[in-house]
């Protein structure tokens, strides 16, 4: 099996994690999307809520510019800067508020894909894999001969693999996210916290793949 040389995937990976970011506001990630529809019940109630708080949204605003108009006066019309400003309904003003406290920038997630849109991902993640398989002709050869020389083929084959899902799916739930959320999205924006995740998980990967060839 060949692969693509490094200086065309890396900054392929780079445009499409980093770009992903700068678009959606959201990191580019699996494992937690995989999360949610293990809780679907929840998930789904929580996607009914926000779309109710969004539909209330417009109803909120006018209700609030009312109750200030009723307050403070009404607002001088676009335009008409230069004229005397509207006399005030109560002449004691409050003290100002205090100023909010600044998210820091460049940190801060968008709202949570509904899980419509999540669903669309993990197909599509599924059927471009399925393509890739058909258009290089292996489909169905299963994980190669260094796997099934290592690992063993058929259902041991199929029990490895199991094994294998449940502890990544550990590890990432522990972790707060895989080797795409932590190792590509996180990485790529230079959080502490995916940097130090991303050493751990593939120096463990690496001490595992040397020990099981040594006992193969």
Same mark, same amino acid.
């Not at 083929?153 to 959320?181: H, K």
């Given at each position: ?11 392929? %990976? ?9 678009? #959606? @506001? @959201? ?15 929840? +998930? ?15 109803? #909120? ?8 108009? +009723?307050?403070?006066? +009404? ?10 400003? &509207?006399?005030?309904? /109560? ?30 991902? &993990?197909?599509?993640?599924? #059927? ?8 290089? $002709?292996?489909?169905? +050869?299963? !994980? ?29 739930? %522990?972790?707060?996210?895989? /080797?795409?959320?932590?190792? %590509?999205? $996180?990485?790529?924006? &230079? !959080?502490?916290?995916? &940097? ?13 793949? #040397? ?6």
């Amino acid at each position: 099996m060949t692969y693509w040389p490094f200086w065309i995937v890396a900054p392929a %990976l780079a445009v499409l994690t980093v770009g992903y970011w700068i678009a #959606l @506001r @959201r990191p580019l990630g699996v494992a937690g999307v995989l999360a949610r529809f293990s809780r679907i019940a929840e +998930e789904a109630e929580f996607d009914r809520g926000a779309a109710v708080l969004q539909a209330e949204q417009a109803a #909120l605003e006018a209700a609030m510019a009312q109750l200030t108009a +009723e307050a403070f006066g +009404e607002l001088a019309p676009a335009g008409t800067e230069g004229a005397a400003p &509207l006399a005030p309904a /109560s002449t004691e003003w409050p003290a100002p508020p205090p100023e909010p406290a600044k998210a820091p920038q460049g940190r801060v997630c968008a709202p949570t894909p509904t899980l419509t849109v999540h669903a669309t991902f &993990l197909v599509s993640l599924a #059927l471009g894999g399925f393509v890739a398989a058909l258009v290089r $002709g292996t489909f169905g +050869e299963g !994980m190669g001969k260094s796997f099934a020389a290592h690992l063993g083929a058929g259902p041991r084959s199929l029990l490895a693999l199991a094994a294998g899902g449940v502890l990544v799916g550990f590890g990432t739930s %522990l972790c707060g996210g895989c /080797s795409a959320g932590h190792g %590509l999205t $996180g990485c790529g924006r &230079l !959080m502490p916290g995916s &940097l130090l995740a991303t050493v751990v998980f593939f120096a463990s990967a690496v001490a595992a793949s #040397l020990l099981i060839g040594r006992l193969a």
